[in-house]
């Protein structure tokens, strides 16, 4: 079994993401340019084309786009297939889940993206391909306008993700954005639902900013915010 060795350093919350141009489902992109200078972007991997869970998970991010399209959000997966496996695989997608997929779908067969952005398992011994080469894991990386990654979550081959929790996040992630990052959102925050106030505002400024606000503890303070309430 052939494991690809890991890439020089870790990407973290804050760092750039790395470019990179690529063959995909829709022909060659170049990342940033694909990404544009004011849109966020959602960077997902999948293990293999034409598995159980991968379509599920593309058919029902494809049915969400238009949501993510709303807050101003690209999509783009990657599998380590093809660009000529992915057209295949995406009119089987279409048919089980009843989607529309048009997002780029990345083809890594030599595993080049998924190894920039440490995409790979190296415990699943198990989740080989045909040639003993590892598989992609199910990773999500959340890239703000500035090409800065914001949140980074990774699924096991086994585990399907929740694009309702993606999407939730993106509405945390603007919601502090758009606030001048003074509030932050609790467990299971929606929008619509208070938010808190960040503890580096005092009460006099509190009570300025959020007038509505009420104070549980010194250090949790919650305040009703309406969903085009920017400061």
């Known amino acids: 079994m052939s494991i690809p060795e890991p890439r020089n350093g870790t990407l973290r919350l804050g760092s750039i993401a790395p470019n990179f141009t690529t063959d995909t489902s829709i022909g060659i992109v170049n990342f940033y340019d694909y990404i544009g200078p004011n849109s966020w972007c959602i960077l997902f991997s999948h293990p293999d084309d034409f598995t159980p869970v991968c379509t599920t ?5 494809a049915k969400l786009e238009p949501e993510f399209t709303k807050r101003n959000v690209k999509l783009i997966g990657l599998s380590v297939n093809s660009s000529e496996s992915h057209r295949e695989w995406i009119k089987d997608i279409d048919e ?11 083809a890594d067969p030599e595993r080049k993206i998924a190894l920039l952005y440490d995409m790979i398992d190296y415990q699943d011994a198990s989740n080989i391909d045909d040639k003993g080469v590892q598989l992609t894991i ?5 890239i ?5 990654i914001r949140l980074i979550m990774t699924y096991p081959a086994t585990c399907g993700r929740n694009t309702a929790e993606v999407l939730r996040v993106v509405d945390s992630l603007q919601t502090s954005e758009r606030m001048k990052r003074k509030v932050t959102t609790p467990i299971n925050w929606v929008p619509g639902d208070d938010v808190i106030i ?4 005092n009460n006099d400024e509190a ?3 959020f007038p509505k606000f009420r104070s549980i503890k010194p250090y949790l303070r919650l305040t009703p915010l309406s969903k085009d309430a920017s400061i």
């Open 144 to 148: 703000d306008t500035n090409k800065k």
């Open 207 to 209: 009570r300025k900013l």
């Open 96 to 106: 089980i889940t009843g989607s529309n997929l048009k997002f780029p779908i990345i």
């Open 198 to 201: 960040a503890p580096n505002i």
């Open 138 to 142: 199910r990773s999500v990386f959340i």
């Open 57 to 61: 998970e593309l058919g029902a991010f």
